[in-house]
């Protein structure tokens, strides 16, 4: 029996959605869609374990190869299972569970499992139809559900700290107080106590790897996310969108912004758009995106919208406009402790990045 939460049955989900549909309706940075921005599909590919499976269309019938079988299942069957499947999704309370019915229908074709095996982030292929040039290229998507707890953008991991010296005095007894503060938002109370006596300077992150990465996208990334994070603890404020705002109205890094150039909006949906594509801080990044196309987003109402890097302009909205920082786990990432190294005070503070 298959089981699986909310986010991995989205997988299936879109599978057969965009089946029945046979388009791709691109979306804005509302999560609106793009009426004149609508791409026929030739054919869906996702991988199996035994191999590839495409899904291409006879009339109104979906033709379904794989390396050995072919199947041949009328399209109204793959729209009465979403239907089915997207009421499940609604009203499910369960963390995982199983749908025999759902699970019956996708054996029939040999899908065997919620989700694409992970060789890469694309969790399935799309062929489509450019009607703006003429081509029918095959694209990459990474699929992000909003239907149960919002999705991940950017996972957090001991590689992703943040390290800063604290600059000015602090007693034993200060810090002693500020490491037992034990609230329920325990990191933004130890930075706002720390701030009140003392400044955290930005030194570097514990990974090179991460730093190198940040570097190559654009030099002044390390220290802008640094004071980015900063930023988020000490107002309380998660909002990715507002807290770039406020980093252009402050300007921390002393930008000349007298052209009213968006520095920093600039440089983060950089960031956003790699992190989104492929990059990661324990992984050497070169720029080699390893999604192809974007990614697909299932709303809360079934509806699946496309961002993609042909859209470069709407895909980096979105991702700078649905987005929220939040804090990690500080036990298991190892953050949130001011400690001493040759005679100097330390702390370092990490972040992970939600969609809204």
Same mark, same amino acid.
């Given at each position: 029996m298959m089981t699986g939460n909310k986010g991995e049955w989205s997988e299936i989900y879109a599978l057969l959605k965009l089946i029945s549909d046979k388009k791709l309706t691109a979306g804005d940075e509302n999560l609106n869609k793009i009426e004149n921005l609508i791409f026929p599909i030739i054919r869906t590919l996702r991988e199996e374990s035994d191999g590839t499976y495409e899904y291409s269309y006879e009339k109104d019938l979906v033709v379904v190869k794989g390396n050995e079988n072919i199947f041949r299942i009328s399209i109204v069957k793959f729209q009465e299972q979403v239907i089915k499947l997207l009421q499940v999704l609604k009203t499910k309370s369960q963390t995982t569970f199983s749908i025999p019915e759902i699970e019956n229908f996708i054996h029939s074709f040999n899908c065997k499992a919620l989700k694409a095996p992970s060789k890469d982030k694309n969790d399935i292929h799309i062929v489509i139809y450019d009607e703006r040039i003429g081509t029918t290229p095959k694209l990459g998507f990474n699929i992000k559900s909003h239907i149960g707890k919002s999705p991940t953008l950017f996972n957090a991991s001991q590689s992703s700290n943040f390290i800063y010296k604290i600059v000015g005095n602090l007693t034993d007894t200060d810090i002693s107080m500020i490491n037992n503060i034990?609230?329920?938002?325990? $990191?933004?109370?130890?930075?706002?106590? $720390?701030?009140?006596?003392?400044? =955290?300077?930005?030194?570097?992150?514990?990974?090179?790897?991460?730093?190198?990465? =940040?570097? =190559?996208?654009?030099?002044?990334l390390p220290a802008i996310l640094a004071e980015l994070i900063v930023l988020f603890n000490a107002i309380a404020e998660s909002n990715l969108q507002t807290l770039v705002d406020i980093m252009e109205d402050v300007n921390p890094l002393r930008f000349n912004n007298k052209n009213g150039h968006k520095f920093y909006e600039y440089k983060m949906k950089r960031l956003l758009t790699d992190i989104a594509l492929g990059m990661q801080p324990t992984k050497i990044w070169t720029?080699? =995106?390893?999604?192809?196309?974007? %990614?697909?987003?299932?709303?809360?109402?079934?509806? $699946?919208?496309?961002?993609?890097? %042909?859209?470069?302009n709407e895909f980096e909205n979105y991702l700078l406009a649905n987005t929220r920082l939040i804090n990690p786990s500080s036990s298991r990432n190892k953050f949130g402790l001011i400690y001493k190294e040759n005679n100097e005070l330390f702390f370092k503070l990490n972040v992970q990045i939600r969609f809204l």
């Open positions: 034990h609230t329920s938002s325990k $990191i933004r109370d130890r930075v706002n106590a $720390i701030c009140d006596k003392v400044k =955290l300077e930005f030194v570097k992150t514990e990974s090179t790897i991460f730093q190198n990465n =940040l570097v =190559l996208i654009d030099c002044c720029g080699q =995106l390893e999604t192809t196309g974007g %990614y697909l987003i299932v709303k809360e109402n079934g509806d $699946i919208l496309c961002y993609h890097i %042909y859209n470069r």
